[in-house]
């Protein structure tokens, strides 16, 4: 810690450089650990521990499937929202309050109006989803807290996961027809489709018996076994 310390000291507390630096790092580049420990046994940091991912993750690596660029997409209806929330005495009647409600309503119905979508599920990244649209459903069900108070957020398991991700909305987000990952192996060879789907689910290649299982296999079967796999739901 305390050399730590110093480093901040002196780069002159820029924080970027401090991350640069840390980045760069034996320790921080060194492969996750994926054995275990015993009670027993005096824990040697041998690099990072396996963890699951949050529930914000899960869902954004989701998306990364299903649209181009996941990143495209951000709300703009904050400004109008402030227009429609202001108020001044001449306004407090009713036919000016009615008015106002219906361009309320108007604002929250159009929010996600340019989004990509599936069905009625704005495929857009956790952090654009702040109220309660289908995708807030999702994000409870992987774990993300109630935000009625600070982390109550979880990384723990649950039947409704499994269940989202084998035969729910988050199945039905990345295995369907019109997703971009579909769309971009269409008509290509089965060796090919095998390692494009890899890299774009697990973020890289399959081994050769990896790619011998799933010869003959229907490009969404894939997809579908590799998102309910442990690898994808884990920080690697």
């Known amino acids: 810690m305390n050399t730590l310390a110093n480093i901040m000291v002196s780069v ?32 040697v940091f041998v690099g990072p521990v396996k ?35 202001h108020y001044t005495i001449e306004d407090l009647t009713i036919d000016k309050l009615k008015a ?13 109006e340019t989004a990509p979508k599936y069905r009625n ?7 654009e989803v702040n109220d309660n649209s289908p995708v807030n459903t999702i ?22 996961q499994v269940i989202s991700f084998m035969n ?11 997703t971009y990952l579909a769309k971009n192996i269409a008509g290509k060879p089965p060796g090919d489709t095998i390692e494009i789907i890899f890299k774009s689910v697990l973020s890289r290649k399959p081994t050769m018996d990896e790619k011998s299982k799933f010869v003959g296999v229907q490009d969404d079967d894939i997809i579908w ?12």
Do not use: C, H
């Open 225 to 236: 076994a590799l998102v309910n796999s442990s690898e994808f739901k884990f920080i690697k």
């Open 51 to 85: 963890q699951r991912l949050t529930a914000e993750q899960m869902w954004d690596s989701v998306i990364s499937i299903a649209v181009d660029r996941p990143d495209s997409f951000k709300l703009t209806f904050q400004d109008e929202y402030v227009k429609v929330m």
């Open 168 to 178: 729910g909305q988050l199945a039905e987000v990345a295995v369907n027809k019109d």
């Open 121 to 127: 599920y704005p495929l857009v990244r956790a952090s």
């Open 12 to 43: 002159n507390y820029d924080s970027r450089q401090f991350l640069y630096i840390l980045l760069n790092t034996k320790l921080f580049q060194r492969e996750l650990y994926d054995g275990a420990f015993s009670n027993s046994d005096k824990f």
């Open 139 to 160: 994000l409870e069900q992987l774990g993300r807290g109630d935000r009625e108070l600070i982390d109550t957020s979880s990384r723990e398991g649950s039947v409704k």
């Open 100 to 112: 106002k409600n219906e361009e309320y309503q108007k604002v929250m119905r159009l929010k996600y």
